[in-house]
């Protein structure tokens, strides 16, 4: 075995950096994929068949392919469509955002689902607004309930991005990459980048039982 984690000493701030772009990519896209996730949450318990049926037709197509064919899609193969290129970080926050959407609507739509009946019911005989009720009772009870999945997902985000090191965006598994060629020894850098990773998650799943407990004192 020939390994020298010496020689990649100086590199390992050039990778570091790389977290500060993971973070933003996983963040973007986590406030899309949570936003078009409640919208299709929504249309998913409407009572309007077709909105129903795209809300499904969605979340089936981006959970039954895979996540970097809808990366290299949108990056490579939208500029042919709509007549200009996307930035490698626009384009990964938006193919992360429209893959996590499809995922927490699911989630969204399990915590509404789960939200005692008769407060709808209750809301409704009050004569309160569907919007109202939604906006004010049960999505934030359904928010609640619903977190700890949410933070998962999150962290699944997280660990997915590596991905976008194919369309060239430069995160902590592309800078590890760059610093293997340099060096031309890739398992030192690469096994940083999976520390990296590694601590990252361990932080996030810290944050998520922080969370997770304030909201069982709080119940």
């Known amino acids: 075995m020939n390994l020298n984690f010496s020689q990649i000493v100086p590199s390992i701030p050039y990778i570091l950096q790389g977290i500060t772009v993971t973070l933003k990519i996983v963040a973007f896209a986590a406030l899309l994929g949570f936003v078009l996730g409640i919208i299709l949450a929504l249309f998913k318990i409407g009572r ?30 939208l500029p042919q469509i709509i007549g200009f ?23 969204i739509r399990a915590g509404i689902l789960a939200v005692d009946k008769g407060q709808r019911e209750a809301a409704m005989a009050l004569g309160v607004p569907y919007r109202r009720m939604m906006l ?17 997902e999150f962290i699944t985000l997280t660990k997915e991005s590596a991905v976008v090191t194919v369309i060239g965006a430069t995160d902590i598994m592309r800078r590890a990459y760059i610093v293997g060629g340099q ?9 940083v980048a999976g520390l990296i990773y590694y601590v990252l998650v361990m932080i996030l799943t810290l944050l998520g039982k922080a969370v997770e407990g304030r909201m069982r004192k709080s119940d």
Not at 51 to 76: C, E, H, K, N
Not at 87 to 101: K, R
Not at 186 to 191: I, Q, S
């Open 48 to 77: 309007i068949k077709l909105l129903t049926w795209l809300a499904d037709a969605y979340t089936s197509v981006f959970r039954g392919t895979p996540l970097v064919l809808q990366l290299m899609i949108i990056y490579f193969g």
């Open 183 to 191: 060096k031309y020894a890739f398992f030192e850098p690469l096994l």
């Open 136 to 152: 004010d009772i049960i999505l934030p009870q359904a928010l609640k309930n619903i977190l700890p999945a949410l933070m998962n």
């Open 85 to 107: 290129e996307i930035e490698a970080f626009p384009a990964a926050v938006i193919a992360f955002g429209l893959n996590s959407a499809a995922y927490i609507s699911e989630i």
